[in-house]
Nanobody, 120 residues
């Protein structure tokens, strides 16, 4: 009942920046936490960042402050600002939302992923 649609990915050179967006739509009571993950072929999906409904954020330590997560609740949208990109940041980036269909029922939904290739 929830769809997450990502955009903003694309080829970028090392040192460059991108802003990823993910819009949630569908039938639900409330969107709680939202986040971003990434995955490369042959590797497990990796947590990048999370933001609560109140705006508190958490990041993977390895990102060293290069990424910033934000959200616009009025637009049901979560963003990920990627700065100082490195080739090792190359991955498919997925957005995630913890959605309550009722006050006492919640589950995670995932976007389709957006490619972020970072060239040398």
């Amino acid at each position: 009942q929830v769809q997450l649609v990502e955009s903003g990915g694309g080829l970028v050179q090392a040192g460059g920046s991108l802003r990823l967006s993910c819009v949630a739509s569908g039938l639900f009571f409330k969107i709680n936490g939202m986040g971003w993950y990434r995955q490369t072929p042959g590797k497990q999906r990796e947590w990048v960042a999370t933001i609560t409904s109140g705006g508190s954020t958490n990041y993977a330590d390895s990102l060293k402050g290069r990424f910033t997560i934000s959200r616009d609740n009025a637009k049901n949208t979560v963003y990920l600002q990627l700065n100082s990109l490195k080739p090792e940041d190359t991955a498919v980036y997925y957005c995630n939302a913890a959605v309550s269909t009722t006050r006492n029922t919640a589950r995670d939904y995932w976007g389709q992923g957006t490619q972020v290739p970072v060239s040398s």
